[in-house]
């Protein structure tokens, strides 16, 4: 077979003078250093993008730096949507007016600014929140603050009006109070969304690594995958046919080779030496065929020779086993014939018997084996036919004693009922009686009550009066007391008195002749200072014998007032035990009603058991002659005594009897209990 080639295939050379290093590599090797370079590669990109993104991201230097930026700048300039450096221009100008008109430009300026920056957010997509306090309710207090400023403070200025300049500063101060509040508002609302959104940004950044992680994960996989692949679908491949090509070389046509589907050199190169093989194993097959084809002739010939003997002596012994087979089966016939018919004999015998009640029936004659199954069957049916009728007697025996039983307690019952009856006419009546006393002791207890509570009221009244007279004595007390103070202080002022009128008589006396009227006054003062200390001392004793007066009445109608609150206490103790008196007779009233009324249905219930114990004598009656009945029927049954019969003694006529007079009894007790 001739192989393809590729035509026009031109060879690669390398120039003159230069080696090939991978000339003398197998392709394993090359396939090896192609996939290493390949990974070398991928890792040397993932490298890169992870330093890019670190670089670029939220937080990352280069973001740092224009933050940075920007925020120097907001630390410098004053932002023009903060009415800030407005309100100091108007501060200056309210304080130098001779600048008034420079201010007034730069104010122009800065409104101007203010309305551009709030047309420009108000055109970007804020949260509602920071809109709301940025373009609203910092804008409203703003606005105001421009229509004062330019309404009435320059107004004010321009007419040298400094009164008015200042009422239109203290609106525009009140204004920027407000704005800055709203701007400070907004301002923690901006830093919270900034803060949200450098969390989102970094969380999209943490995202977006993880998916360059796990794509580059992905491509190093199917790198792997693909060196793996061209490791084993071409490197793998060649090696195998380079040295399946050696086998063939040396004549070993058994070197297993798999036909390959592919339709590159490999596959071609593959089926060729397929080819090779085959026509080599085709050779040795045809040379052992050959061998085959002699061998086997003999073969067949001496086989067909041993055939022909084995089924000539085949065929004798299959008539042989055919003639014993057909007399063993006329033999087995005719056993089974005579074993059905004394089967059948036998169980006749038996159903005759036990269909004239006759119990015993029970086949001891074993049978044969085919049909034992049946007397088996038959014999437990009697047994258990048997157990059941017996058991059916001995019941109908105790149904037709008890019967008996049960009329003479119906006897008993109406009798026991007639005297209920009686009793619960007595209890009525007892009942009644002590009901009436309940309620007439319930009545007395709730009077005596009402007086209770009275005297309790009046005894309340005594107590507030008592304590009305301590605090009146208290206060008697204390202006005594204070009656006391004011003649103590009369009393000094006596003493004093009497001594300057003695100094006075001194300086009378050295003054000889000129200082004798002067001296006639002083005695006449010193005497009336001394009548007056006499008084005041007099008023004191009579003060101070009051005093200790009024403290023996505070004593006694303290311990009056004492003497109450325990009356109060015993009343209060008297009203309860009366109160729970009165609850209790109450409560035994009520419970008295209810036993009348468990006496009345006890009433009725012993009226239905007296119709109950009619029935009950009735359903005895027929009871008994039921088991009467039932013993006529099992009397036709033979049981393992042979001369014993299932019967049954008649229910007792007497009991019967007496049972009718029970509830002729029990009629007359419940017609004497409706009346």
Request: aromatic residues 4%.
């Amino acid at each position: 077979m001739v192989l393809n080639t590729v035509p026009n295939a031109i060879p690669l050379q390398l120039p003159t003078g230069i080696s090939d290093p991978m000339k003398n590599m197998s392709i394993r090797i090359k396939a090896l250093y192609v996939s290493a370079t390949l990974m070398a590669g991928c890792l040397l990109m993932l490298a890169v993008t992870q330093y890019a993104m670190r670089t670029l991201s939220v937080g990352g230097p280069i973001y740092s730096r224009i933050i940075l930026g920007k925020d120097l700048v907001a630390d410098i300039l004053p932002p023009p949507a903060y009415i800030i450096e407005s309100y100091l221009e108007a501060t200056l100008a309210l304080n130098d007016p001779l600048s008034a008109k420079q201010r007034f430009t730069r104010l122009e300026t800065l409104h101007k600014d203010y309305a551009a920056r709030q047309s420009h957010w108000s055109g970007q997509n804020l949260p509602a929140d920071l809109r709301q306090a940025l373009l609203h309710e910092a804008d409203v207090h703003a606005k105001e603050f421009w229509t004062v400023l330019e309404q009435d403070f320059i107004q004010a200025l321009f007419r040298d009006d400094q009164r008015s300049a200042k009422i239109a500063y203290i609106k525009m101060t009140d204004a920027y109070d407000k704005h800055r509040a709203a701007i400070e508002k907004a301002v923690e609302i901006a830093n919270s969304f900034v803060s949200r959104g450098e969390a989102a940004a970094n969380n999209e950044s943490t995202v977006l690594t993880v998916a360059v992680l796990v794509v580059s994960g992905i491509i190093l996989v199917l790198l792997v995958l693909v060196a793996r692949a061209v490791s084993s679908g071409l490197v793998s491949p060649v090696v195998a046919v380079t040295a399946a090509m050696h086998e063939l070389a040396n004549e070993n046509f058994d070197t297993p080779l798999a036909t390959s589907a592919r339709n590159d050199e490999i596959g071609k190169m593959t089926r060729a030496l397929v080819v090779f093989r085959d026509a080599g194993v085709e050779k040795r097959r045809l040379e052992a065929a050959a061998a085959d084809q002699r061998l086997k002739a003999e073969t067949d010939r001496l086989q067909r020779e041993a055939e022909k003997a084995e089924q000539e002596r085949q065929s004798r012994e299959l008539r042989r086993i055919a003639d014993e087979e057909r007399s063993a089966r006329e033999v087995e016939k005719a056993r089974q014939a005579d074993e059905a018919a004394t089967t059948m004999a036998s169980l006749a015998d038996s159903l005759a018997r036990l269909a004239s009640g006759d119990l015993r029936c029970t086949i001891d004659r074993p049978f044969v084996e085919n049909f034992e199954p049946l007397r088996t069957n038959f014999n437990s049916a009697v047994s258990q036919l048997r157990e059941t009728i017996s058991t059916i007697v001995a019941s109908a025996k105790v149904i037709n004693d008890k019967s008996g039983e049960m009329a003479t307690a119906s006897d008993e019952l109406s009798r026991r009922t007639e005297q209920q009856a009686a009793c619960l006419e007595e209890s009525s009546a007892a009942t009644s009686e002590l009901t009436s006393a309940v309620n007439e002791t319930a009545g007395s207890s709730m009077k005596t009550k009402d007086v209770i509570t009275a005297a309790k009221n009046d005894s309340k009244n005594g107590t507030i009066v008592i304590q009305q007279t301590i605090t009146a004595i208290d206060g008697i007390r204390e202006s005594s007391q204070m009656i006391s103070n004011k003649i103590r202080v009369i009393d000094e002022i006596a003493m004093q008195t009497n001594l300057l009128a003695l100094n006075a008589s001194v300086e009378a006396a050295r003054a000889g002749e000129s200082g004798r009227g002067f001296a006639v006054v002083a005695a006449e003062v010193r005497a009336l200072a001394q009548r007056s200390a006499q008084a005041a001392k007099e008023i004191k004793e009579l003060i101070s014998k009051s005093t200790a007066e009024v403290d023996t009445g505070v004593e006694l109608v303290a311990a009056s007032g004492r003497s109450l609150e325990r009356i109060l206490a015993h009343v209060a103790l008297i009203d309860n035990g009366i109160a729970e008196i009165a609850h209790r007779a109450v409560d035994q009233a009520t419970t008295l009603k209810q036993v009348n009324t468990a006496i009345g249905e006890i009433d009725q219930s012993t009226q239905k058991n007296a119709v109950m114990a009619e029935e009950a004598t009735a359903a005895c009656r027929a009871l008994a002659e039921e088991s009467n009945q039932l013993a006529r029927i099992v009397s036709v049954f033979q049981f393992d005594d042979g001369n014993r019969r299932a019967s049954l003694a008649p229910a007792a006529g007497p009991r019967s009897a007496q049972g009718r007079s029970g509830g002729a009894t029990m009629l007359t007790a419940t017609n004497r209990l409706r009346a």
